[in-house]
């Protein structure tokens, strides 16, 4: 158990619709992460967040966006869903977000889009 | 900017063979080396990293991964796979601006 929450573990929605994941990070954990991994693209990198604070971005498109609440939650939200959206959508978290710290994956949440 | 590759997307090998998993980096300008694996239907774990000092790092299961600065590698070996190895295993390596910057992954099939 890595300590990092994600919510829901699967989900199954119609394109065109939007959704909500939801992580908790590692206790005392700051910065957030969010990856895609699918079968055709691999494992993605999509957006970091450190204490509330976007510190980086991926190949997160615009359909999608992120936020790091007070209490240090994050979520990501996808809308306009297409087929090609479906993948597991991992949550991870680090300490500080600096480059040596180890980051700490969430056991992920699989978007299915029909 | 900076790129890994890791060549073979499956590798293959016998129970209680010896493994190499190749990864290759572009630039080892102030980099740090990770390698992360990911069992089945879970999410990904940091196997070992290299930060600093010794280039040969280890795992608490019995890998290693030596950094090599001249020919940008950083490979991982196992003298000796179980069939709980059987995973996906990743390479990860800062870029300039220190974010990861993730290898395509191998999967790593044991056979009995």
């Known amino acids: 158990d890595s300590g990092v929450t994600q919510t829901p573990k699967h989900l199954i929605t119609a394109t065109g619709q939007r959704v909500t994941l939801r992580c908790s990070p590692r206790s005392g954990d700051l910065s957030v992460y969010w990856y895609q991994q699918s079968l055709d693209q691999g494992l993605q990198f999509l957006i970091q967040y450190y204490n509330g604070e976007e510190r980086a971005k991926g190949n997160i498109l615009e359909r999608f966006s992120a936020q790091q609440f007070p209490d240090l939650h994050s979520e990501l939200n996808l809308s306009s869903l297409e087929l090609g959206d479906s993948a597991l959508y991992f949550c991870?978290?680090?300490?500080?977000?600096?480059?040596?710290?180890?980051?700490?994956f969430g056991e992920g949440s699989w978007l299915t889009v029909v | 900017a900076q790129s890994v590759t890791q060549l073979d997307s499956q590798v293959p090998v016998f129970e209680e063979a010896p493994v190499e998993l190749r990864c290759n980096y572009s630039s080892s300008v102030s980099v740090y080396l990770f390698w992360y694996v990911q069992y089945p239907n879970q999410g990904l774990q940091l196997l070992l990293k290299y930060l600093s000092g010794s280039t040969l790092v280890e795992s608490i299961n019995g890998f290693e991964a030596e950094f090599n600065k001249s020919q940008t590698s950083f490979h991982l070996r196992k003298p000796s796979v179980h069939i709980s190895d059987t995973a996906e295993y990743f390479c990860a390596v800062t870029d300039s601006n220190y974010q990861l910057i993730w290898g395509a992954g191998t999967k790593l099939i044991i056979k009995p």
């Open positions: 991870a978290s680090s300490v500080s977000g600096l480059s040596g710290n180890t980051i700490y």
